[in-house]
């Protein structure tokens, strides 16, 4: 009478203990095990070396990491769970230093005027009014101007008028930096992606139109030169005729 196999006959994953680098699998994991509990140390360090060596074998792309024989004794270590001993050529890691959490990043908390404009504009402003000398000055408020314009476009997709930006460029610099009313700033125009597209298709097509007529134009002007050399050889042919009589 066969013997029905009960749920605990079997060996599943979740029954097992977790794998500490999954890229080397449950089977180097059982070896690092075994090796920890050899009872000698010769025996301990003879065992990682073939260790060591079929780790860099299972993954051939440390190999281009530089220094990948430490990276290597470091996962050894990983996967013991820093139990084994053995005289490693490097420096043993601790689990300080591997698990180490980095400072949380501060995220800036500023008020930005204008949202289309950036956070850039109003370092840019507060640079060109730190400047003394007048012509430098100048030449900085133009592009900061230049600048703002295109910013504009980009954001609203539309043609803005100089004197909003302007204005813009004054309330910004809490009327410190100013332009004539009459200076041009540089043109942008937003252009549709789709649209440019479309338009260089039509351009692509009316150039091939152009050249398959003027491919028919050489044809019709080879077939009349055909004309008048068989009119020509017509010609020659009655001449001959009239001198036979």
Known sequence: MALKNT????????????????EYGRNV???VKYIVN???KEERNRYANVVIELMGFLNPHL???ADFKHKLWDHLHIISDYKIDVDSPYPVPSPEAIHIRPEPLGYPHQRIRYKHYGKTIELMIAKAKSIEEPARRQHMVQAIANFMKMAYVQWNKDSVADESILA????????DLKLEDNVNLNRVEFRNPVQNTRANNQSRGGGQQNRGGGQQNNNR???QQNNNRNQQNRNNQNRNNGKKY
């Not at 605990?8 to 794998?19: A, E, I, M």
């Not at 813009?168 to 009327?175: A, H, I, Q, Y």
């Open 63 to 65: 190999r281009d990491v």
């Open 29 to 31: 994991q059982n070896m």
């Open 221 to 223: 002007g080879g077939g």
């Open 38 to 40: 050899l009872p000698t």
């Open 7 to 22: 749920p605990g006959d079997f060996d599943y994953n979740s029954t097992r203990s977790k794998l500490l680098l999954t």
């Open 168 to 175: 813009d460029l004054r309330e910004l610099s809490n009327g």
